[in-house]
């Protein structure tokens, strides 16, 4: 159980393009998912917090108009990168958090690699 | 939200028990103690978790001191598959529980 999925797991786009990826809870309901990026070598940074049905609330630094996120069922939410430049070529990584959850524990997603030419 | 601390990396013989420290001296009395790992190019996996009491599953033991200021991962009996970066996370109760996500430390099975 509480499996989390993520497509496309890689994709390489042209600077300029919008690309779109989405994280799906597939065994639970999810009322809160999550949004991390990964730079080589580096830990998981917390880019936003998705909430279903509502505005998603960005950390400190992220710009909400450069990373769309639309959380729009209980188990589906999507970023999309606007633009993309090279410098946002990163490892996106999920996480969903179940409704019933009351320790508030996270499944992760098995994270999508983006390459910006 | 409570700093985590742990070491770069350790190293572990395969067949034996790997104990993996974390230091969190700010925690507050309702923040609990998570840890995942990630194996290198994958999410990151759900070990197990605790508030108080020590915690055993199938895959790991959660030894939390007394004060609360630091917690031991115990794996009693590593593979080369265990090779992966773990992650001692102290979750917020507000926020939306969010993870804030430290450096982690590297462990190292060897043959």
């Known amino acids: 159980g509480a499996v989390v999925s993520q497509h496309p797991s890689r994709v390489i786009c042209k600077s300029g393009t919008s690309v779109k990826i989405e994280c799906r809870s597939l065994?639970?309901?999810?009322?809160?998912m999550f949004w991390y990026r990964q730079f080589p070598k580096q830990s998981l940074m917390l880019m936003a917090t998705?909430?279903?049905?509502?505005?998603?609330?960005?950390e400190q630094g992220v710009e909400k108009d450069k990373f769309l996120i639309n959380h729009a069922s209980l188990t589906l939410s999507t970023l999309t990168v606007t633009s993309a430049h090279p410098e946002d070529s990163s490892f996106y990584i999920c996480s969903a958090r179940p409704g019933t959850s009351g320790s508030g524990t996270q499944y992760f997603g098995p994270g999508t690699r983006l390459l910006v030419l | 939200d409570a700093k985590t601390t742990q070491p770069p990396s350790m190293d572990c013989a395969e067949g034996r028990a790997a104990n993996l420290p974390c230091n969190h001296s700010t925690i507050s009395g309702n923040e609990y103690v998570y840890w995942y790992r990630q194996i290198h190019s994958q999410g990151p996996q759900y070990i197990i978790h605790g508030l108080k009491n020590n915690e055993t599953n199938e895959m790991a033991s959660l030894i939390i001191t007394e004060d609360r200021k630091s917690s031991t991962l115990i794996l009693p009996h590593a593979t080369l598959r265990d090779t992966a970066v773990y992650y001692c996370i102290v979750r917020s109760l507000y926020n939306f529980n969010k993870f804030y996500f430290g450096s982690g430390t590297k462990l190292n099975v060897k043959p």
């Open positions: 065994d639970f309901q999810a009322t809160t």
């Open positions: 998705s909430n279903e049905g509502s505005k998603a609330t960005y």
